[in-house]
């Protein structure tokens, strides 16, 4: 007799195969508040929500439980990026605290739609941490990468040890690169493709992450310098050596396929482009396995 996997939730993984996962849909009302949230340019409604409804569909057609986000959040455009607001460990959701005040409101709203999809709530970071979704990386099970840097403080790293107590926290400080005002996370450089395998952007990497993913037999794909700024490093890992990437980055594109990467591509000139948040910011991962 066949017995039911009840598991709704457990994502200590970034690159084990992708079960279930959270998305918030575009609000047309929303995009006036573009300038305020810092994008780069006016999104057009009707494509941004056409863009982000054959992103939920690549994601359903690999196989994916999509989920989509239900509460309320007016003027909160970059909601639509549900990765930074949590962080789903086997123990249930982590509410986190964004370094971007125009988010601070986001975590919760999120933690209630993942309360009713399933997801536990196990922890909230408090003031004074500060941490961002982007900013985490499982490079496995029992490792947590954390970016330093302006969407993320030692404070939030600290309470993530904290929350995490069987977890090896391992922070890494981040370049200013262009500064506060222009998003920099940890994953903006790096986004593993299988337990042994990461795309990388060495020139803003710091050197002890690379000296890392070295000693753990972390291969690593270099993105070209020409195609970094069109989110060329931003890859979702829908599975081992299988990947959703934003169209138009051919040379990252013919670079990951040479490594043995399936990679499947989406239209992102509204919904990725202009907000500056490839697949993985667009999702919240909450079941992989």
Not at 66 to 92: F, K, N, R, T
Not at 231 to 244: E, F, M, Q, S, T
Request: hydrophobic share 40%; with cysteine; charged share 25%.
């Amino acid at each position: 007799m066949a017995v039911l996997d009840e598991t709704r939730f457990g994502c200590q993984s970034q690159t084990a195969t992708l079960r279930r996962v959270l998305v918030r849909a575009p609000r047309a009302e929303d995009c006036a508040r573009w300038r305020e949230f810092g994008w780069r340019a006016e999104p057009n409604a009707v494509g941004l929500a056409a863009e982000h409804d054959a992103f939920a569909a690549e994601l359903a057609e690999f196989g994916a439980e999509v989920v989509y986000a239900q509460e309320p959040l007016p003027g909160g455009l970059d909601a639509i990026y549900a990765y930074d607001p949590a962080l789903v460990a086997d123990s249930g959701a982590i509410l986190l605290r964004p370094g971007k005040e125009l988010r601070r409101d986001e975590p919760e709203a999120l933690g209630r739609d993942l309360e009713r999809a399933g997801v536990p709530i196990a922890a909230r970071l408090e003031a004074p941490a500060l941490a961002e979704g982007g900013d985490t990386l499982w490079l496995d099970e029992r490792t947590l990468l954390v970016g330093l840097g302006y969407r993320t403080n030692e404070a939030g790293a600290e309470a993530l040890r904290r929350v995490l107590p069987d977890v090896d926290v391992l922070t890494f400080d981040l370049p200013h690169y262009r500064g506060p005002g222009e998003v920099l996370h940890l994953l903006s450089f790096v986004s593993p493709l299988d337990a042994d395998l990461a795309l990388v952007y060495p020139p803003l990497a710091p050197t002890r992450l690379l000296q890392l993913l070295a000693e753990r037999g972390v291969q690593t794909v270099e993105v070209p310098a020409e195609e970094y700024d069109s989110l060329g490093c931003n890859v979702l890992a829908l599975g081992p050596r299988v990947a959703l990437a934003l169209d138009g980055n051919p040379r990252t594109r013919r670079r990951m396929e040479a490594a043995g990467v399936d990679v499947r591509v989406y239209k992102g000139d509204e919904l990725s482009l202009k907000g500056d948040g490839g697949p993985t910011c667009l999702t919240r991962p909450m079941l992989r396995g």
